[in-house]
């Protein structure tokens, strides 16, 4: 049915540009030079439904997800998301909701902002919450503009630095440095924690900021998290979490208590709302009382019975997202913290903890564990030991592929050689851990027999090694027809 409606059309109008478009051909030339349009159809792929279908479904075979495999990236927090959030998006008074639509008509939406708002805020244990941007790196840049309007409207021009650890995420120093600050890395010591003596060197009445992780990139719990705090607000400057991702100390310890003044959470990791791909995500930036006045605009508030927004804001650092942000999945993310409830989410933090430590257990024969502590919900294993036998950590990786498991988060961070960051999240059985370990461990015996199968793989994906720069440079963005077609 549909190719004889293509093979028609085709027949019909062989010297338009768009046959379907129903514009007579007499018009189309008068707006376009003759030399633009096409003599002969576009060669376009005939193909039925069915094949289409066939084709599309093939592709999205091609694609590892949660759904079809162990996904163990770290600091991505790739776990299961439960399908009942997307149902929950997908309910019509949420669904059919337009933006513009008064505030008398949205009261539903703006009750469940609100509610994700103090959850949130109960959650990280800072009183005052945005859910307006769009994924981590935006929430930086939000809290940190929240900051620096915090510093200007004290009068307090002279603070322009943000500290970062060698071990943070690199939307930190990029975020901060967009924000207009300067970037001031510290080294970690020999543990993979903040070294309180270069922390105490760099401070001064120039810090605005310092940027953590807790547990950081190496999946450590900062033990000095407390000193850290008193000293940076002894020299006058704040406290900004990075908890991008909350795997590790949901429901077991606050952000606000260890004395941070800002935090940001992706809600695409450790709320299980659907991440990569490129989004959309979505983010919370919570603050301390005093900073409440210069969180973007409008906030969400409630009135007695009545949900309103406020965009009587005069010290808010603005708009940084359309409307209210990605609506849907604050939808998302509410379901899942109601599902789980106040138990649930502790248990997650333990389970998550408890995952990767019987990784990190049974893989440390066999390779280098960067910092031999107990880890929270992620470990950093090193390469070097594998890498003496030829086999780099990146052969390592792409060797994974041909086992089924996406690849841990390879070479970061920074300070682990040949580092290989595993975060196997709360969601995967025991069965799946093992499976795991299987794979790594016979991957290590191949470095010893077989290092070069090793450096070719993979040997079973449908490509093979990708130049990626090549393909950054000269993007190849256009569907070329082959002589078949
Ligand atoms: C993922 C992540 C970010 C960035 O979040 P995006 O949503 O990708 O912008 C920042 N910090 C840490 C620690 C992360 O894991």
């Given amino acids: 049915m549909e190719k004889l409606i293509y093979e028609k059309s085709r027949k019909g109008r062989t010297s ?10 007499k018009q189309l030339s008068d707006f376009l030079p003759a030399k633009f349009i096409r003599k002969v159809p576009a060669a376009l792929p005939e193909v039925s439904e069915l094949e289409n279908m066939r084709h599309f479904v093939r592709l999205s075979h091609l694609n590892h997800c949660i759904e079809s ?5 770290g600091s991505c927090t790739m776990k299961y998301n439960p399908k009942v959030n997307d149902a929950m998006a997908a309910l019509e008074g949420f669904r059919e909701l ?13 009750e469940l902002i609100w509610e994700l708002q103090e959850k949130i805020a109960a959650i990280v244990g800072l009183p005052s919450v945005t859910l307006q941007p769009a994924a981590g790196a935006h929430g930086e840049m939000t809290g940190l503009l929240i900051i620096k ?6 009068g307090d021009h002279k603070r322009t630095k943000v500290i970062v650890p060698d071990t943070a995420h690199g939307t930190n120093p990029a975020t901060a440095a967009l924000a207009g600050f300067e970037v001031v890395e510290i080294k ?6 903040v070294d309180i003596d270069a922390l105490k060197a760099v401070l001064g009445p120039d810090t605005a900021a310092i940027m953590l992780t807790n547990p950081n990139t190496l999946g450590l719990f900062e033990e000095e998290i407390l000193t850290v705090q008193k000293l940076v607000h002894e020299a006058g400057g704040l406290l900004y979490y990075d908890g991008a991702n909350l795997n590790a100390i949901m429901g077991l310890v606050r952000p606000g208590d260890m004395g941070f003044d800002v935090c940001h959470l992706n809600l695409h990791k450790t ?3 659907p991440h990569g791909g490129g989004g959309p995500g979505g983010c919370a930036v919570a603050v301390r009382q005093k900073l409440e006045p210069f969180l973007p605009k409008p906030t969400v508030r409630r009135e007695e019975n009545r949900f309103t927004l406020d965009w009587n804001r005069p010290q808010s650092i603005g708009k940084v997202k359309g409307f209210y942000g990605n ?18 989410l502790c248990q997650v933090s333990r389970d998550a903890i408890l995952s990767a430590n019987y990784l990190k257990e049974r893989l440390k024969r066999n390779f280098v564990v960067a910092y031999g502590q107990p880890c929270m919900h992620e470990f950093v294993l090193s390469g070097s030991r594998q890498k003496e036998r030829g086999v780099a950590t990146t052969n390592i990786a792409k060797r994974m592929l041909d086992y089924g498991v996406h690849a841990p988060t390879v070479y970061f961070p920074l300070v682990v050689p040949e580092a290989m960051m595993i975060e196997p999240t709360e969601t995967e059985s025991k069965e799946t851990l093992d499976e795991f370990v299987e794979i790594m461990l016979a991957i290590d015996e191949e470095t010893k027999t077989k290092p070069e199968f090793v450096r070719a793989a993979p040997h079973t994906t449908p490509v093979g090694r990708l130049d990626e720069a090549l393909a950054a440079r000269k993007p190849n963005l256009r569907w070329e027809p082959t002589p078949k077609d």
């Avoid at 337009?98 to 703006?110: K, S, V």
């Avoid at 970690?188 to 924690?193: M, P, T, W």
């Avoid at 609506?327 to 789980?340: N, S």
Wanted: charged letters at 15%; zero cysteines; a negative charge.
């Fill in 188 to 193: 970690s010591n020999v543990r993979g924690l």
């Fill in 69 to 73: 495999g162990f996904y163990p990236l």
């Fill in 16 to 25: 338009t540009i768009l046959p379907q478009s129903g514009v007579p051909e």
């Fill in 98 to 110: 337009h933006p513009y639509q008064p505030e008398d008509q949205i009261q539903g939406a703006l």
């Fill in 271 to 273: 709320f299980s709302t």
């Fill in 149 to 154: 309007a915090y510093f200007e409207a004290q």
């Fill in 327 to 344: 609506f849907g999945i604050l939808v998302r993310a509410y379901t899942y913290i109601m599902a789980h409830g106040r138990d649930g």
